[in-house]
T-cell receptor, first 109, second 114 residues
């Protein structure tokens, strides 16, 4: 059974810092991996989708990498801003998505 | 604007009542999903449908029912058999293509049992 773990569960950083969020998964037989952002009381917003054949994807200040062989993905956020404060979830995809429990990020002004 | 809509945003139910949560998408997606989100537990899959008139149970289907009569719509009924229905419910969809199945989510419905 696929299990997805996100570490740390919570992270607090000062504005402007570069940071890395981690996601690990137990079964490397995935189609792709997706990173989401969730604001309190809201739905999930898709940030990046990495196909299984890709190693990384970039969107603005966000960069996500995927290493299937080691069962790991990282989400790199450059020059963090208070507006980045949210919970970040990763999900691995095969027939359906399996989610981690998320990392709650707080960026302090 | 293409997207997924869920209604209502907030729903209150008395014990013993069935309630139906609405999910509509205009993304022309084949696959649709219902998740439940509880604090500290992450998202859990209730039901999913990969094509009209077909659906499968997810990990926590007991006490729930769905229908998929139209491509755009995937309503979820929370029945009185669901013992602890208070939660945040999220609907999602994707194209259903293995090579590019980016999943999109609606804004959610918060259900509270009184």
């Amino acid at each position: 059974k696929q299990e997805v773990t996100q570490i740390p569960a919570a992270l607090s950083v000062p504005e402007g810092e570069n940071l890395v969020l981690n996601c690990s998964f137990t079964d490397s037989a995935i189609y792709n991996l997706q990173w989401f952002r969730q604001d309190p009381g809201k739905g999930l917003t898709s940030l990046l989708l990495i196909q299984s054949s890709q190693r990384e994807q970039t969107s603005g200040r966000l960069n996500a990498s995927l290493d299937k062989s080691s069962g790991r993905s990282t989400l790199y956020i450059a020059a963090s801003q208070p507006g980045d404060s949210a919970t970040y979830l990763c999900a691995v995809v095969r027939e359906k998505l399996v989610f981690g429990k998320g990392t709650k990020l707080t960026v302090n002004p | 604007d293409g997207g997924i809509t869920q209604s209502p945003k907030y729903l209150f139910r008395k014990e013993g009542q069935n309630v139906t949560l609405s999910c509509e998408q205009n993304l022309n997606h084949d696959a649709m999903y219902w998740y439940r989100q509880d604090p500290g537990q992450g998202l859990r899959l209730i039901y999913y449908s990969q094509i009209v008139n077909d659906f499968q149970k997810g990990d926590i289907a007991e006490g729930y029912s769905v229908s998929r009569e139209k491509k755009e719509s995937f309503p979820l009924t929370v029945t009185s058999a669901q013992k602890n229905p208070t939660a945040f419910y999220l609907c999602a969809s994707n194209s259903g293509l293995a090579g590019n199945n980016e999943q999109f989510f609606g804004p959610g419905t918060r259900l509270t049992v009184l």
